[in-house]
Structures are given as C-alpha cells and as structure tokens.
T-cell receptor, first 114, second 114 residues
Framework: GAGVSQSPSNKVTEKGKDVELRCDPI?????LYWYRQSLGQGLEFLIY????????KSGLPSDRFSAERTGGSVSTLTIQRTQQEDSAVYLC????????????FGSGTQLSVL | DAKTTQPPSMDCAEGRAANLPCNHS???????VYWYRQIHSQGPQYIIH???NNETNEMASLIITEDRKSSTLILPHATLRDTAVYYC???????????????FGPGTSLSVIP
C-alpha cells in the first residue's frame, strides 16, 4: 500500500510568512511524529500524536510552531512568521499500534526561508 | 536527550562486514533497541530491533550483549548502497499500551569504500 506522504516536497518562502506542511500517514497508523533535520544534522524531535491522546509537544522550538492532527489521520505542521533558521527538512513518520514500534517515514518537506 | 551513544563515523571496505556499535548503558528492562538508517536525501528506514536475544533479518543482524548495555549492528557484506547514517535508538516496544516520543541521536555515518 501507499507509504507516508508529505506535501509539498519543497517549499520556498520569505521570512515572516506563515507555512503549512502536510503529512498523510499510512492508513490505520495510530501514532504520528514530526521531526526537523537541519543540513548535516540529526533528527530533532518536534511533536508526536498517539490516537486520541493529547499530543506531546515537548520538542516544538517556539510558539511559532504548532501542529494538528484531524480525525486521527492527516497532520499539518504550521510555522508562523518564518525565520531563516527554520530552513530544514521536516520529516513525518507514522507507526501502527501493532507494528512492533516501527516508524515509517515520509520523504520530507524541504523548507527554505529566504 | 538520546539514550544512546555511537561513533560519529566509520569506514568499511565493500564486501566486508560492517560492525556498527551502540552504547545504551541506561536502557530499561522494557526498552527495545531499534536501528534505522538514512540514505542521503531520504527519510530514515527501519532495519531491525531486539530486546535481549540476537536478531537477524534480510538486511542485518543485531547482537545485544547479555547485560543489554550495548549492541552491534552487523551488515554482513557491505555494498556501496549501504553508505548512510545509521541510528541506534532505545524505546519501549510493542507490549506497552501507549507509545513514547522517539528520540534520535546523531548516529554513525558509514562510508562503504570500493
């Protein structure tokens, strides 16, 4: 079946603009994760959703970052008033409840803030 | 913070076994060891995981020490396509009813040399 889908694959924006990044997890997966990866760096945890529980937002770097997951499926990561340091690849992963804890990653959204 | 430590980089000759170490001295009894890899410009890919017994699949073998404080991922016959960053993480596994956030460290950059 289809894997984790992220859109857009590339986004170029101007400093100060708001952006929305979308993640379509694998159907039926209950957990959804967002990560940020700056050039040459490792994965930085941002937020994760598990079913209907309150999300773990402990990794969000500032209040300019927020995320929603509607209907337990699609998730949107919103960055308000973008800054140049927000430039990175934003990766989404999903995981099924009975999948032995494996994460399935999308290909990411490359965000460039000019 | 990540609960694992790995060497930042390693080289391996093509066709030889690549042995990637990971230290997880503070691992809890209900935490599994997972390995992922990230090939350039792609999202991370699951490789293998284990609790305390050694594991093998079509991609790799995982050797976990008896005290579970360290492990080694073995790629038996490394190819150029195995050049990637390899991440070792620990997390609660499938038996727990709710998932935790998954923290990645910087990983090991493996270069397979012709």
């Amino acid at each position: 079946g289809a894997g984790v889908s992220q859109s857009p694959s590339n986004k170029v924006t101007e400093k100060g603009k708001d952006v929305e990044l979308r993640c379509d997890p694998i159907s039926g997966h209950t957990a959804l994760y967002w990560y940020r990866q700056s050039l040459g760096q490792g994965l930085e945890f941002l937020i994760y959703f598990q079913g209907n529980s309150a999300p773990d937002k402990s990794g969000l770097p500032s209040d300019r970052f927020s995320a929603e997951r509607t209907g337990g499926s699609v998730s949107t990561l919103t960055i308000q008033r973008t800054q140049q340091e927000d430039s990175a690849v934003y990766l989404c992963a999903s995981s099924p409840r009975d999948g032995a804890g494996k994460l399935f990653f999308g290909s990411g959204t490359q965000l460039s803030v000019l | 913070d990540a609960k694992t430590t790995q060497p930042p980089s390693m080289d391996c000759a093509e066709g030889r076994a690549a042995n990637l170490p990971c230290n997880h001295s503070t691992i809890s009894g209900n935490e599994y060891v997972y390995w992922y890899r990230q090939i350039h410009s792609q999202g991370p890919q699951y490789i293998i995981h284990g609790l305390k017994n050694n594991e093998t699949n079509e991609m790799a073998s995982l050797i976990i020490t008896e005290d579970r404080k360290s492990s080694t991922l073995i790629l038996p016959h490394a190819t150029l396509r195995d050049t990637a960053v390899y991440y070792c993480i620990v997390r609660v596994g499938v038996m727990k009813t709710s998932y935790d956030k998954v923290i990645f460290g910087p990983g090991t950059s493996l270069s397979v040399i012709p």
